[in-house]
């Protein structure tokens, strides 16, 4: 299985802080990764698909990078709105694999 | 608009079966992989199983393998995951999740996520 490991596992930012949350795969996952985005009580929400590709309706202020083996999900502005748990995924192979969360908290 | 709900949720003992549904609606179901994903209280995601949009195979995580059972009725629009050998691990709740692009075969990336629905596995 390949393992998903994300850093942080928290951080403590403020409004206007540029933030970047990191993913390494245990292999070589191509560009089959994305991000998510959860508030508490609520579903997981799609940012970045194929690791660079933003989803329709998300913010510019979010953006992914990598290939391989590392990626980068970086919140060019910290919003209130971003103060979430964000999650990256593989979809090379199966089983697919999650990372254990980032926390975006108030500093 | 795209709609998954998800039920059949509830309280089971350690051993026990349940049987979840995600009723799917806005968007042609037969066209899209589905999975589920779980998330125990307080911790992560973890993918938990999915079918391709054919439904010719199916694909487990390794800790439910040969326990739960995906399937899809394409004519019903709908999406089920049928537990087994239930165990207090099991406890999370469970979202029903559609590929984000129509694909006979591949299973990729998850948009949108249904609502959840909290399976509790104890005596």
């Known amino acids: 299985d390949i393992q998903m490991t994300q850093s942080p596992s928290s951080v403590s930012a403020s409004v206007g802080d540029r933030v970047t949350i990191t993913c390494r795969a245990s292999q070589g996952i191509s560009s089959w990764l994305a991000w998510y985005q959860q508030k508490p009580g609520k579903a997981p929400n799609l940012l970045i698909y194929?690791?660079?590709s933003l989803q329709s309706g998300v913010p510019s202020r979010f953006s992914g990078s990598g290939s391989g083996t590392d990626f980068t999900l970086t919140i060019s502005s910290l919003q209130p709105e971003d103060f979430a748990t964000y999650y990256c995924?593989?979809?090379?192979?199966?089983?697919?694999?999650f990372g254990g969360g980032t926390k975006v908290e108030i500093k | 608009e795209v709609q998954l709900l998800e039920s059949g949720g509830g309280l089971v003992q350690p051993g026990g079966s349940l049987r979840l549904s995600c009723a799917a609606s806005g968007f042609t179901f037969s066209s899209y992989a589905m999975s589920w994903v779980r998330q125990a209280p307080g911790k992560g995601l973890e993918w938990v199983s999915g079918i391709p949009a054919s439904g010719g195979s199916t694909y487990y995580a390794d800790s439910v393998k040969g326990r739960f059972t995906i399937s899809r009725d394409n004519s019903k629009d709908t999406l089920n995951l049928q537990m087994n050998s239930l165990r207090v691990e099991d406890t999370a709740v469970y979202y029903c999740a559609k590929d984000r692009t129509s694909s006979s075969s591949r299973i990729d990336w998850f948009d949108p996520w249904g609502q959840g629905t909290l399976v509790t596995v104890s005596s």
């Open positions: 995924q593989q979809a090379n192979s199966f089983p697919l694999t």
């Open positions: 194929a690791a660079s």
